[in-house]
Each structure stands twice: as C-alpha cells, then as structure tokens.
C-alpha cells in the first residue's frame, strides 16, 4: 500500500511537470526497492521451493512386491527400504518425509533440520513398547524430512532396514519449520505499535498543511486555478512522508547482517537483529554450549563392599576421581584433573568392563564412531571393539589378549532401551559367552540410585556424586541386574519396566566437563553489558553449579539454594537445600516460602559478609513449582535450571517472555531447538551455514557470538531510530519550507529539490546506516519506543531549533535594506519554473539545506551503542562535502554554477531582467533591486553556522546527556528488576 500511494502522489507530479527530474528520481527510487523487495522474496521463496520440492527413487513395498517409485507419491502407511547412495552429495539420501524405523539402524546428519553438528544414530521403534508413538517423543526411532541418511545396516530380524511413513509434505517436521519461516509468528516490538500512532499523527499533521497550503496560496495573491492550489497542496503532503522511511529501516539491519555474517553468525530474519538490540536475558544450554563438545572421560568410581575402590580426602578440592586402575596415589588437598584415561582390563571389574562397553548407543560410521560424545568417549576407554554384522546382533569383543593369554570372548546385545528424557536412564540387555543375560542400566546419579537396592547402595553414594559435580565433573550411575539362563523368546519380551528395578549399583562412570576458553569472558561482556544470564540445562544441578560459579555467571560470595522434589508419605513436594557443602551449624531444608522471604530481603548469609542468594531448580521441581504458580515468584531469582526436558526449555523461555523481556537463547540446536525457536533472538551454535530453528545461526560455536549479536543489535536499532528521526525531520523541515514558500508565493527550483531529495537525503540516509557497533557492549539498551521522551525530545527539539533559525533568518532578510520582497501577484500560479529568482527561496534553500545535512549528522551520534561518528568515514565525506558544496553556493559571487541554483548573488530585479515577474512588477512602477551582497550572505552563513553548534548542542549534551539520566534516575520504567 506504501508503495502505490507513493507512486500514486509521484503520478501527480509529472502530471504537473512539477519538479520533473526529483520525481523521476524518488519514483525510481521506490520502484526499485520495490522491485529489490520483490526479487527478494521471490528468491527466498525460490529456494524454500527448490528445498522442499527435492524429489528421489524411494523402493516402497506395494501390493507385497518392491517397487521403484518417486518419493512424491508416497503416502502415510507405505513401508520403504531405507538404502545409501554411495555417490558423494547424492540427493538420493535425502529423506522427503517423516518415517518411523521398522528394523535395522542408521546415522543420520540432521544439522540443516536441528543445527546439530554430529552425525545421529536412529533406531528401531521398539516392538513391545506400550508407549503411543509420537515423533516428538521418539525423535530417536524417527527419520525426519530434510535430513541426510549417512549409512543404513540392516538388523537382525531382516536384511533390509525398513522404515514406515509417517507424514508427508507441509505436515512433516521439516514442513512445520518451514511453516514457521514462511508465515513466523508476528513479534509486536513495542515501535510497531506506536508506528500507528506516529501514522495517525503525521496524518492529521499533513490535513493541517494540505490546508494551510491553500490558504496561504490566497493570501499571497497569486494567479492560481483550484487544481493547481490543490496539486501544490498534494505536493506538501506527500514529501511529509519520504519514501524512503521503510527502505532506511531495512537496509541498517542488512548491513549489521552482513557484518554478523562476516564473523561466522548467519541470520535468517534480519528483523530479528533489531530486536536482539532489546535482550534483558539471555539463556543458555551448558553441554557443548557454555562447555566444550566433548567431555573428558576420567575413569570409574566402583562399589566394593559399599565402600569406593579410593578412599576419599575431606581436604581434596576435587573428590577422588580414578579408581586403582589409574592411580594408586591419593588425591591431595589443590590436585587438578589429569586427562582422559583408559580403562585397564586388570584393573577393573569384568562387570563394569562390559557395563562401559554395551550401556550405550555408539555405531560405528565407517572408521569413527558416532553417538553421544559422552557415550564415544565411555566405550572408547575400554579399548573393546564394536563389531555390526550384517542381520545379527551387535556384538562387542574385548581386546585380543597376549600370547598365552586365554582367547577373547564376544558379549552380545540383544536389546537396549533408548536414554529417556523423563526416565533419565537407559539400559540394556546382553547375553555373555556362557550363555547368561545381564542387565546394565546407566543415567543420572540420582534416578540410577533410585532404581538400586538401598541394602547395596554405599551410604556415601549421593554426597560423592554431588561433590564430583560440584567440583565440575559430569557424573552418571551405573548399574547391573543379573537375569541368569534364559529363552531367547523369554529375553525378548523382557519391557524396560521388568529390567529397570531391583538393580546393583556398579559404581560412579565420571567425565570432565570443561568451559570453552571464551565462555567467562562471554558472559562477563554480557553482565557488563545489563544482561541477565541463566542455565538451562539438562544436567545435573552441582554440575551445573559448577560451571555457573566457573564462567561467572553466579559471583563468588553468592550462595546457591536447590529446589529438588520428594516423596513424603505418598505425597511429592518441592524441598530447598544448599546446593553446595554447609557447615553443621547452617540451617537447611528450607520451604518456599522461606525460600522466597530470604531472595526478597536478600539475607546475608552467616559467615559470608555480603553475600546474597542464587536459586536452582530441578526440572521436577520446576513443574511442580509451576502448577502450584510459584514458579512465577521466584523466576527472576533463579539462575540454574538443571535436569530439565526440552519441554521444560521452552516453558523456561516462554515465562520470561510472558514478564516482558526480550529474552535470547542458545544452545547447540540438539535438545533446545523448542527453546531456540521461541526466543526472542535465538542462537544455534552449529557448523551448518544455518539452521531452521533459530533466526541466528554461529559457525563459530562460540557463544562470544551472542556477544557480538547484541552489539550489532543495539547498534543496528540506534541506526534505525536514526533514519527515522532524520527522515521524519526531513519531512517536517520540507513541509515547512513548503508553507514557507506558499506564504511568499515562490518555488525553489528544480537543482534545489534535486540538491535535497535527490544528493542530500539518498546519500546521507545511506551513510547514517554504515555505522558501526561499539567493540565492547556497553550498559545502556537503546530506546525502542518513537513516543518515548528520548526519540521525542530528540525530533521534537531539534525541529524547534530549526524553525527558531529559520524564522530568524527570514527577519533577517527583511531587515536588510537592498531586500525587496517577490511581487507574487503577477506570477501565474501554474508557472512554477518562473517562481524561484527571489531572495526568498534562496534564503530557505540556504538555511534548510544546512539543517537537513546537520540533522544527519547529530542522529548518527551515540557512542554508547555505535562508533564515534567519524569512524563512520562514508557518511563523514558525504557530510563534509555537502556542507562544503552549500557554503561555495552562498559564499560565491555570481557564475554559472550558482545562477543553476538560482541563487540571489545574481541581480534578479534588474533593468532588461529576463524575468517575467520581475518585468511586470517594474511596468507597474516598481524599481530595480540589488543582489544579495557579500556581507548579508557572510551574515546568513553564521547563522546558520550558529543553528549547527547549537543542534549538536541539544543532542550531545541535553539528548543524550543530562536529560536523559534526568529521565532514567527520575522516572525508571517499570520493567522487571533482577539481578545480572
């Protein structure tokens, strides 16, 4: 519509041949950008279309015969044998619809649907599960649309790997993310609802100078018919809004893409980069996010008569981690960490040799194994080998003994029990070389003591997995049922309920979960910068604990309450508890309502002089909190969300965006692609070019990118504020100068309105969207409100400052004793080019222009959000030269380059004068008239020299000095308060 009205108000002026040359320009200008916008979105469509239009040769079983078919016939039912096209970038392993795994395995690379970097292993749906399938919940037994099949084995029941369709096209997973980028859901920013009111506003005020155009065009006396006081009329109101307000808008926010771009983070929606300007909280996943991809696997902590194979040191900063096998020397008081060792066969137990070498769900993907890096890095410790045989069962061999050792033998895995987000464990069952079933259960610490029989749990189980977290280690519980002989029939039909109860505990499996070098300084940037950080994470909450006092995210005089849930009398309830050692003579176990009494007063705790209070909670303690509403109190007082489901991360980032912030999230894109996808601004670190799940995609994996991305947001914000107030000056300034001219009968001519809508306004308003974000974040956000006192008192200022000089310079002008003010009574309305040899447009010209060029100027300040202005160099040499092309136009005597601007250096009112107004007036006894003289227009030029200094004036020191801490100290706004 802005478009068509646009050119709807251009059509007049060439109908008027009205300042032919700018109109050609301006309509230029909008059919280009509406063509640019056009071919955009055209190819952006093009290549959604040409993504999921992608076609293959699927072998599907029909009327019970194979057959080749194209795999856009396929329909919810077909059964289809999964198979690898060997040729390297073959479209022919891309998966056009969803389908559920019958039989057999396969890897998957899931990075251009998820941004997860590592390949994925999928599974059969199991056969004797009572569970409904769901492909949200079964993510693991799924082959989704959009995803490559990097190898296929067949299993053991079958010799092809068979997989059932679940959905097709738009109703796909991949259709459902694409349904999100192609009609996302509208984000109302707080200046898309006050652009109607600017609108309704800048309306009413253009009805006032329609007007008082016509008004004043009887008032002058010129010789003008009704259609042309009306043209002249529809010519103020059209330049009251530029074309080029929305254009400005959009090309900062392309410019600050390209920037992130260039730095490795790729944005989908530029609109985002705006918004990201406005981020109060950013969340963050911990695994392969805050920490490295991989963790460093330690060793085993094994239960011997209830006591571990180490005996512990209260004085050790880092309880025991390795059992015998690695060392025999005790942990001193300040040890660290040695690196990743290997599992020895002679010192450690058969039993948890083969619990490390089965409990996971690793494939082998040629030479390298693929799986969870936790899983890789456990078996990879044992030194076994992974041997899949074709239509049998997975078997795994430990090494080959030395000579006169006794001969290898194999453990085979009958079946295994997917990891569960809500049971937190898996397990599964193997068959040893005599011909007995085990059971081998691995997961959380806290679930896997659970399961185990209390009688054989060590009484130190849960303090020294908890003390190994919070000393940073990522701990699981290991665990292992003996089923003795059975059936083959009686092994299959075994449910993970029957194997996941009555268990022995193993021991303690433990890794290393180190920060990324550039974490701290990440998220010290961001609470430098007034963003708040929390963890949301799906590991334990002393492991998460750990990290969060590490990166600092949680200060270190700051203690940390934990919310976990227990079970009293049949009754689950939400208990607090130190989430680190207390002393015997701290209280604990505390309720939520002491809980929330102690964060509101911010209690001092006993012992520590100053220090504060920080709350985790569990994800079962989250949902439990969040039915009974008080999850709603104390979120602004929790900083780790830990042991929490993918669910939970999206109902995490939905209740702050509920409060009111502009919240962000990043994560890898595995678990959290929910939690990405309903931020605000969020970040998926991958090293795919970009993920569908999230606006902003970082090659880098860094999250010193969501550093980066709030700097080019605010900067990119400012700058579009910037265009705004510049080309809503623009607008106000040039509806003025209509009136102006309409009050003395004049027009300026054609090389004036070209000086200011054709150089002037392109070639600022693109150099005011060069400029560039601050290298560090500072602590101010800016302003995104158009009614807000900053952005008002800025335009609003700076527009009582230029009409105060504007009118002092036309008394000026009438003060001067050679002026003689144009006769616009014989002027014929309809001749415009005749309007302009006067004093009158030349002073307005004069004076206008200058202020269109400071207004540029004074907007691109702020270094609180954007380099200094100078650094900004385009924009500079634009400014320089304009501003040095205006005063040669004034300053000069008359030429040939200052008569095409019709400047008053040249005598218009003179004898034999070439102009018929002018002839006119002189029959009618008027007398000659002098030039502008050197002195008046020397005079005019302080003036507006003096208008300059003070609109830098108002804008460096009131604007964004004093008046606005007058603002922020006097009158806060409501937004929520907490802590960074």
């Not at 016509?214 to 103020?236: E, P």
């Not at 999250?703 to 400012?718: K, N």
């Not at 040249?906 to 007398?927: I, L, P």
């Amino acid at each position: 519509f802005y478009y068509l009205y646009q050119l709807a108000v251009y059509s007049v002026w060439f109908w008027f041949s009205y300042m032919f040359p700018v109109a050609s320009m301006l309509a230029s200008v909008v059919l280009i950008s509406a063509a640019i916008r056009i071919f955009v979105t055209r190819n952006a469509q093009s290549v959604i279309a040409e993504v999921t239009k992608v076609t293959t040769t699927v072998q599907v079983l029909r009327d019970g015969a194979w057959k080749a078919i194209n795999s856009t016939d396929l329909v919810p039912g077909d059964v289809v044998n999964v198979t690898v096209d060997d040729h390297e970038g073959s479209s022919e392993n891309l998966l056009t619809c969803d389908l559920v795994l019958l039989s057999g395995t396969c890897v998957c690379d899931e990075s251009a649907l998820t941004g997860e970097s590592m390949p994925v292993q999928k599974v059969p749906v199991p056969k004797d599960s009572v569970k409904m399938y769901a492909p949200s919940t079964c993510s693991r037994n799924t082959l989704f649309a959009g995803t490559t099949v990097l190898q296929a084995g067949s299993g053991k029941d079958s010799d092809q790997v068979l997989a059932m369709v679940v959905v097709t096209g738009i109703n796909t997973s991949k259709g459902d993310i694409l349904s999100a980028v192609l009609f996302p859901s509208k984000i109302l920013f707080k200046y898309d609802e006050e652009l109607r009111a600017v609108f309704l506003l800048l309306g009413a005020y253009a009805m006032v100078c329609f007007a008082l155009t016509l008004y004043f065009q009887d008032l002058s006396g010129s010789d003008s018919s009704k259609v042309t006081k009306w043209a002249y009329g529809i010519f103020t109101v059209s330049q009251i809004l530029s074309p080029l307000i929305p254009i400005a808008l959009v090309v900062g926010q392309i410019n600050s893409s390209r920037r992130l771009q260039a730095i490795g983070v790729f944005c989908l929606n530029p609109a985002r980069i705006s918004i990201a300007g406005k981020i109060r909280l950013f969340g963050f996943d911990k695994t392969g996010t805050l920490t490295k991809d991989g963790l460093d696997f330690l060793g085993v902590m094994e239960v011997q008569k209830k006591k571990y194979s180490v005996e512990e040191s209260e004085d050790t900063s880092v309880s025991v981690m390795v059992n015998s096998m690695f060392s025999e020397q005790k942990a001193g008081a300040g040890s660290t960490l040695g690196p990743m060792a290997t599992v020895s066969e002679e010192g450690t137990s058969a039993l948890m040799m083969q619990a490390l070498a089965t409990c996971h769900s690793v494939a082998k993907f040629g030479t390298s194994f693929v799986g969870n890096q936790v899983e890789v890095n456990m078996f990879k410790s044992t030194g076994w080998e992974l041997v899949e045989n074709l239509g049998k069962p997975v078997e795994v061999w430990p090494p080959a003994r030395s000579e006169g050792g006794a001969a290898p033998k194999p453990v085979t895995l009958i079946k295994r029990f997917e990891f569960d987000h809500t049971r937190m464990t898996m397990s599964v069952i193997t068959l040893d070389h005599q011909g007995e079933y085990h059971v081998f259960c691995k997961g959380s610490f806290e679930k896997v003591g659970e399961l185990c029989d209390a009688a054989l749990r060590p009484d130190s189980y849960y303090d020294t997995a908890r003390r190994l977290a919070l000393d940073g280690c990522y701990v699981l519980g290991m665990s292992h049922r003996f089923l003795g002989k059975l059936s083959a029939q009686e092994a299959a039909q075994l449910g993970r309920d029957d194997v996941e109860k009555d268990l022995t505990p193993l021991g303690l499996v433990v890794f290393r979960n180190e920060l990324k070098p550039d974490t701290p300084d990440a998220i010290r940037s961001l609470k430098e910068g007034n963003v708040r950080s929390i963890m949301i994470t799906g590991d334990n909450a002393q492991c998460g604990h750990y990290i969060a006092f590490a990166c600092g995210m949680v200060e270190k005089d700051v203690r940390v309450i934990l919310a976990e849930t227990v079970n009293v009398n049949g009754s689950v309830q939400v208990i607090w508890d130190w989430a680190e050692r207390r002393t015997p003579d701290e209280p604990g176990k505390f309720s939520t309502d002491k809980v929330l009494q102690m964060v509101e007063q911010e209690v001092v705790i006993k012992g520590r002089a100053g220090s504060l209070l920080e709350l985790a909670v569990t994800g079962k303690a989250f949902d439990l909190l969040k039915q009974t509403g008080e999850m709603d109190e104390l979120l602004f007082y929790t900083r780790i969300f830990a042991r929490v489901s993918p669910e939970n991360k999206m109902d995490i980032i939905t209740m702050h965006c509920n409060k009111g912030l502009i919240t962000g999230m990043c994560g890898d894109g595995g678990n959290d692609c929910g939690a990405l996808r309903l931020a605000h601004a969020g970040v998926s670190l991958s090293e795919a070019d970009a993920s569908l799940v999230s606006p902003f995609t970082s090659k880098t994996k860094s999250v010193m990118s969501c550093v980066d991305l709030l700097r080019e947001g605010r900067a990119s914000l400012h700058t579009s504020f910037a265009s705004y107030k510049f080309l809503i000056t623009y607008g106000q300034l040039f509806s003025i100068l209509k009136l102006c001219c309409y009050w003395y009968g004049v027009i300026m001519c054609n090389m004036d309105y070209l000086m200011i809508d054709g150089v002037a306004v392109l070639s600022l308003s693109y150099g005011m969207t060069l400029s560039q974000p601050l290298d560090k974040l500072g602590k101010e956000r800016p302003t995104s409100s158009l009614l807000g006192p900053t952005t008002v008192a800025s335009a609003l200022g700076v527009q009582v400052i230029n009409l105060s000089f504007l009118i002092g310079a036309l008394f000026y002008m009438k003060a001067d004793d050679d002026y003689v003010e144009w006769p616009s009574e014989y002027a014929e309305g309809a001749s415009w080019w005749l309007l302009g040899d006067n004093w009158e447009t030349t002073v307005l010209f004069i004076v206008v222009y200058f202020e269109f060029v400071t207004a540029a100027g004074i907007f691109t300040f702020g270094c609180t959000f954007r380099k200094a202005v100078w650094h900004n160099w385009l924009l500079c040499l634009f400014w320089a030269g304009l501003w040095a092309i205006t005063t040669s136009l004034l300053l000069s005597d008359s030429s040939d380059f200052t008569q095409t601007f019709h400047i008053a250096s040249e005598q218009f009112n003179k004898e034999g004068t070439t102009s018929s107004v002018w002839a006119r007036y002189q029959e009618e006894g008027g007398s000659t008239s002098a030039a502008m003289s050197f002195e008046f227009r020397m005079g005019l030029w302080v003036i507006v020299q003096i208008n300059l200094v003070l609109m830098v004036m108002w804008q460096l020191f009131v604007v964004e000095g004093f008046v606005a801490e007058y603002f922020r100290k006097n009158y806060p706004s409501d937004r929520p308060k907490f802590r960074l």
